[in-house]
């Protein structure tokens, strides 16, 4: 079946714009999950829901950062007056659970800011 | 909160079985162990996941001695395509949330 599928692929920014980036889990997939990966580095958390409830936010880096998913299924990171600290791969991940469960990741959106 | 580390890079000919340690001294007794494979420009992708002692699938082995303070990802006579950063992460089940580590990127040789 379809995985998880990322929009868009690639964005760029001017510093100061807002950005909406997409997440279309795998269906049925109970829980998603954001992250962010700088060059080289590791995904850090952002945010975790569980159907339409957003169960921890604790990996937000900012106010500017906000994250919902309000039918349970598809979900949006929306990044505003975006920074040049804000360039870095955004990555989806759904499961079937919490995170005790394997994650399925979509190849992620590669934000620019400029 | 357990950090995890683990060696930045490795290096392994074709046909041998590579060895990647991850540190994780911080573990809380119901946290699990979890790898992740991630390729450029892809997503990371689910190798195995253990709590203790030996787990075992169709691509790789996880050893977790008693103290759980560290873990071994071993994987059986590597090929190229196994070319890739390797992640450990601890599945921190009383927050409900996972903590990636710095990865190790390993080269196979030809």
Same mark, same amino acid.
């Given at each position: 079946? +379809?995985?998880?599928?990322?929009?868009?692929?690639?964005?760029? +920014?001017?510093?100061?714009?807002?950005?909406?980036?997409?997440?279309?889990?795998?269906?049925?997939?109970? $829980?998603?999950? @954001?992250?962010?990966? +700088?060059?080289?580095?590791?995904?850090?958390?952002?945010?975790?829901?569980?159907?339409?409830?957003?169960?921890?936010?604790?990996?937000?880096?900012?106010?500017?950062?906000?994250?919902?998913?309000?039918?349970?299924?598809? &979900?949006?990171?929306?990044?505003?007056?975006?920074?040049?600290?804000? $360039?870095?791969?955004?990555?989806?991940? !759904? !499961?079937?659970?919490?995170?005790?469960?394997?994650?399925?990741?979509?190849?992620?959106?590669?934000?620019?800011?400029? | 909160?357990?950090?995890?580390?683990?060696?930045? &890079?490795?290096?392994?000919?074709?046909?041998?079985?590579? =060895? %990647?340690?991850? &540190?994780? =001294?911080?573990?809380?007794?119901?946290?699990? %162990?979890? @790898?992740?494979?991630?390729?450029?420009?892809?997503?990371?992708?689910?190798? %195995?996941?253990?709590?203790?002692?030996?787990?075992?699938?169709?691509?790789? !082995?996880?050893?977790?001695? +008693?103290?759980?303070? &560290?873990?071994?990802?071993?994987?059986?006579?590597? $090929?190229?395509?196994?070319?890739?950063?390797?992640?450990?992460?601890?599945?921190?089940?009383?927050?409900?949330?996972? %903590?990636?580590?710095?990865?190790?990127?390993?080269?196979?040789?030809?």
């Amino acid at each position: 079946g +379809a995985g998880v599928s990322q929009s868009p692929r690639y964005k760029v +920014a001017k510093r100061g714009q807002d950005v909406a980036l997409r997440c279309d889990p795998i269906s049925g997939h109970v $829980s998603l999950f @954001w992250y962010q990966q +700088a060059l080289g580095q590791g995904p850090e958390f952002l945010t975790y829901f569980q159907n339409e409830a957003q169960l921890d936010k604790s990996g937000l880096p900012s106010d500017r950062f906000f994250a919902e998913r309000p039918e349970g299924s598809v &979900s949006t990171l929306k990044i505003q007056r975006t920074q040049q600290e804000d $360039s870095a791969v955004y990555l989806c991940a !759904s !499961s079937i659970g919490g995170p005790i469960y394997e994650q399925y990741f979509g190849p992620g959106t590669r934000l620019t800011v400029t | 909160l357990a950090k995890t580390t683990q060696p930045i &890079s490795m290096d392994s000919y074709e046909g041998q079985e590579v =060895n %990647i340690t991850c &540190s994780h =001294n911080n573990i809380a007794t119901n946290d699990y %162990i979890t @790898w992740y494979q991630q390729f450029p420009s892809q997503g990371p992708r689910f190798i %195995i996941q253990g709590y203790k002692t030996k787990v075992t699938n169709e691509v790789a !082995s996880l050893f977790i001695p +008693a103290d759980r303070k &560290s873990s071994t990802l071993s994987l059986p006579r590597v $090929s190229l395509s196994d070319t890739a950063v390797y992640y450990c992460l601890v599945v921190l089940t009383s927050y409900d949330k996972v %903590i990636f580590g710095p990865g190790t990127s390993l080269s196979v040789i030809p």
